[in-house]
């Protein structure tokens, strides 16, 4: 397949695995990679610039192939300003092919000198946004592309509430940069779907998650198979309003918890607990799906097995395919 994104990462298939928190990690970004598709390595598994050098090195000792470095960059006590400035200098020092942005835009929250800085490397920047006019200011700040993401998506959609079918066509008219389209892509008609919107390629996150590299517990995959679009959650809107976001989990105890604490006024001090990412890398390792918030996107409810990356990357390649060729017999062509 030959697209813009394909051509701007030197990459086969253009579909991308979206950033994971303590999922995304070597051997599933290589697994992604290594099948012609974009591997994600997210800087947030790590506690140091070395840990993700490290990482990083690991990852080429099992592709050759381009992967993508997820920096989410939100207020954290975890990762600091500072650790996320240095994570996006290690990835300029070892060349990362692409470094994907979630939150807020590199010139404002890390600073102006960095988008420069990955230029002078040859680096590739991408920022994942929720509205037309963050990639409008995407664009006018230099980064080389845009994953466009609707509200259907797992993790922390934007508070407007928008579905990709909207986002797609309205950023791709709107913006001269290569568009990725996420929230709610799973497979080939999918794809086929994103591409007739005047999408360059799509991400995925909860797909990427439902496969056997991912190595999560096998009563996460026997619930990702089990659960419809109808069992997420979207919560924490009055915690996240500052930054205009909200965040869209798998609808469990913990969940409404959540909703309950929020609903009473309740304050960070007593949320905390709940939404802690500690509680979640617990819950992908040891299988109670009702003790943390897990961030699942509705594409939960398009699942119905757990392939290897291998297997679903050819699949989804075959399957838009045939679903473009069906649509043009419509045509008549
Ligand atoms: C398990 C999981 C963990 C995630 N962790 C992160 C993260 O650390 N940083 C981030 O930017 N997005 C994160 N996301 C959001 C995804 O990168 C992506 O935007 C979203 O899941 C796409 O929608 P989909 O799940 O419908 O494919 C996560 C998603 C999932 C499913």
Same mark, same amino acid.
């Given at each position: 397949?030959?697209?813009?994104?394909?051509?701007?990462?030197?990459?086969?298939?253009?579909?991308?695995?979206?950033?994971?928190?303590?999922?995304?990690?070597?051997?599933?970004?290589?697994?992604?990679? !290594?099948?012609?598709?974009?591997? !994600?390595?997210?800087?947030?598994?790590?506690?140091?610039? +070395?840990?993700?050098?490290?990482?990083? #090195?690991?990852?080429?000792?099992?592709?050759?192939?381009?992967?993508?470095? %997820?920096?989410?960059?939100?207020?954290?006590? =975890?990762?600091?300003?500072?650790?996320?400035? +240095?994570? /996006? =200098?290690?990835?300029?020092?070892?060349?990362?092919?692409?470094?994907?942005?979630?939150?807020? *835009?590199?010139?404002?929250?890390?600073?102006?000198?960095?988008?420069?800085?990955?230029? +002078?490397?040859?680096?590739?920047?991408?920022?994942?946004?929720?509205?037309?006019?963050?990639?409008?200011?995407?664009?006018?700040?230099?980064? #080389?592309?845009?994953?466009?993401?609707?509200?259907?998506?797992?993790?922390? *959609?934007?508070?407007? %509430?928008?579905?990709?079918?909207?986002?797609?066509?309205?950023? =791709?008219?709107?913006?001269?940069?290569?568009?990725?389209?996420?929230?709610?892509?799973?497979?080939?008609?999918?794809?086929?779907?994103?591409?007739?919107?005047?999408? +360059?390629?799509?991400?995925?996150?909860?797909? /990427?998650?439902?496969?056997?590299?991912?190595?999560?517990? *096998?009563?996460?995959?026997?619930?990702?198979?089990?659960?419809?679009?109808? #069992?997420?959650?979207?919560?924490?809107?009055?915690?996240?309003?500052?930054?205009?976001?909200?965040?869209?989990?798998?609808? %469990?105890?913990?969940?409404?918890?959540?909703?309950?604490?929020? !609903?009473?006024?309740?304050?960070?001090?007593?949320?905390?607990?709940?939404?802690?990412?500690?509680?979640? =890398?617990?819950?992908?390792?040891?299988?109670?799906?009702?003790?943390?918030?897990?961030?699942?996107?509705?594409?939960?409810?398009?699942?119905? #097995?757990?392939?290897?990356?291998?297997?679903?990357?050819?699949?989804?390649?075959?399957?838009?395919?045939?679903?473009?060729?069906?649509?043009?017999?419509?045509?008549?062509?």
């Amino acid at each position: 397949m030959k697209t813009r994104i394909t051509e701007l990462f030197g990459i086969k298939y253009p579909i991308q695995c979206g950033g994971m928190l303590w999922i995304a990690k070597p051997e599933l970004s290589a697994a992604i990679s !290594n099948t012609g598709a974009m591997g !994600n390595l997210t800087s947030g598994n790590y506690n140091t610039a +070395d840990e993700l050098r490290e990482a990083i #090195d690991q990852t080429r000792t099992l592709t050759h192939n381009p992967f993508i470095v %997820n920096i989410t960059t939100m207020p954290s006590i =975890r990762l600091p300003l500072g650790l996320l400035q +240095d994570f /996006f =200098r290690v990835c300029c020092e070892k060349r990362v092919t692409a470094i994907e942005i979630a939150g807020a *835009p590199v010139d404002s929250f890390l600073g102006k000198e960095f988008i420069p800085l990955a230029k +002078d490397a040859g680096v590739k920047v991408l920022h994942k946004v929720g509205t037309v006019r963050h990639a409008v200011h995407a664009e006018k700040v230099g980064y #080389d592309a845009i994953t466009i993401a609707g509200f259907e998506e797992g993790g922390f *959609p934007h508070k407007d %509430n928008v579905s990709t079918m909207v986002l797609v066509p309205k950023v =791709r008219e709107t913006v001269s940069i290569p568009v990725m389209a996420a929230g709610g892509m799973a497979d080939g008609k999918s794809l086929a779907a994103a591409l007739a919107l005047g999408a +360059d390629g799509v991400m995925m996150a909860t797909r /990427f998650l439902a496969t056997k590299e991912s190595g999560i517990h *096998p009563n996460i995959y026997k619930v990702l198979v089990e659960k419809t679009e109808a #069992d997420t959650s979207l919560q924490l809107q009055t915690l996240l309003a500052g930054f205009g976001l909200q965040v869209r989990a798998l609808r %469990n105890e913990i969940m409404r918890k959540v909703e309950q604490v929020e !609903n009473s006024g309740g304050d960070l001090g007593e949320l905390l607990p709940l939404i802690s990412g500690e509680r979640a =890398r617990q819950v992908w390792k040891e299988g109670n799906a009702e003790e943390a918030m897990l961030t699942i996107g509705q594409s939960v409810g398009r699942i119905n #097995d757990i392939p290897t990356v291998a297997e679903l990357v050819s699949r989804m390649v075959a399957d838009a395919r045939s679903a473009l060729e069906s649509s043009l017999k419509m045509f008549g062509g």
